[in-house]
């Protein structure tokens, strides 16, 4: 496995898992453990990817609403949502909330 698929396959990990140790990647992919935190310093530049020191809550974390390939809605998608919640009972407005919630870009976010 190269470094480049090795990385992508850590990608997907946390992406599935959320949080992971650095021993538990390191023994996953057979490799040392500076050798993942080399490669987690690599993939934060371009991931939402962040390590938290500790003994319980400690290890590598992915942004909790990031996945693969996530597609966000357009500014006349979301505006378009939008609008309709004014025209929208209750339990659809709750539905075109979580849309919104799920697949709106957040502040200051480009795809």
Do not use: H
């Amino acid at each position: 496995m190269t470094a480049s698929e090795r990385r992508q396959a850590i990608i997907r990990v946390l992406c599935k898992r959320k949080r992971e140790t650095v021993e538990n990647l390191a023994f996953e992919f057979d490799v040392t453990m500076r050798t993942i935190m080399r490669d987690i310093v690599e993939l934060s530049l371009s991931y939402p990817i962040y390590t938290l020191p500790g003994k319980y809550y400690g290890g590598v974390y992915i942004a909790e609403d990031y996945y693969i390939g996530k597609q966000y809605l357009s500014d006349e998608q979301l505006q378009t949502i939008i609008s309709l919640l004014d025209k929208a009972d209750d339990d659809q407005r709750k539905v075109l909330e979580s849309i919104i919630k799920d697949f709106g870009k957040s502040k200051g976010e480009k795809c």
